[in-house]
């Protein structure tokens, strides 16, 4: 089992830009949920994603998108990327259903010149 | 949400116990408590979770205060390999799965 993995590893963009990031859940789970973490600080929820929909929201403007696959793959898309933009992206996956375990992507550390 | 609060930093030497302490005052009456670390250059990792009674895994034992205030997270031997951040979370309820992690406690371990 792979687990959960992201792609790419590493990005570099320039301020304006748009960026994709993508994460393949691991096996068996349904439900994806993105987060973005700053240097120095804990995650913060970006939105979550199951059965193809956005099914929570955190305090991220609308330049933040995302989609979910019928595989249940995702995509998190950053549009008019901003240097604040900068951090590293977590994928994490679960099984629908209260209070199951996460499991969480290495990330994607973006940097945004 | 409700938040917890943990101390910014601990020591310890290894193959000695950890305890590392969290508040969560707001907890309400169906949150989980989960535990998650960080270790570095990684995503973060499950540990533990319980309601309200003790928890023991193959990672850690976690310790519930009666009235659910406050919880302790358990390491019997700390290795090199537990230096990581330790996130504290109560988990929301509903079918949303979301975890609002806070800063955390960064432990370091040493010989």
């Known amino acids: 089992d792979a687990g959960v993995t992201q792609s790419p590893t590493h990005l570099i963009k320039t301020r304006g830009q748009q960026v994709t990031l993508r994460c393949s859940p691991k096996s068996g789970h349904d439900t994806v949920s993105w987060y973005q973490q700053a240097l120095g600080q804990g995650p913060q929820f970006i939105f979550q994603y199951y059965e193809e929909e956005e099914r929570q929201r955190g305090n991220f403007p609308d330049r933040f998108s995302g989609h979910q696959f019928p595989n249940y793959s995702s995509e998190l898309n950053v549009n008019a990327l901003l240097l604040g933009d900068s951090a590293l992206y977590l994928c994490?996956?679960?099984?629908?259903?209260?209070?199951?375990?996460?499991?969480f992507g290495q990330g994607t550390r973006l940097t945004v010149v | 949400d409700a938040k917890t609060t943990q101390p910014n930093s601990m020591e310890s030497n290894e193959e000695e116990p950890v305890h590392l302490p969290c508040n969560h005052s707001t907890i309400s009456g169906t949150d989980y408590i989960h535990w998650y670390r960080q270790l570095p250059s990684q995503g973060p990792e499950y540990v533990i979770h319980?309601?309200?009674s003790n928890v023991n895994n193959r990672m850690a034992s976690l310790a519930i205060a009666e009235d659910r205030k406050s919880s302790t997270l358990i390491l019997h031997r700390a290795t090199l390999r537990d230096a990581a951040v330790y996130y504290c979370i109560l988990r929301v309820t509903g079918t949303a799965s979301k975890l609002t992690f806070g800063t955390g406690t960064r432990l370091q371990v040493t010989l």
């Open positions: 994490a996956s679960n099984s629908e259903g209260l209070n199951t375990e996460a499991f």
């Open positions: 319980g309601l309200t």
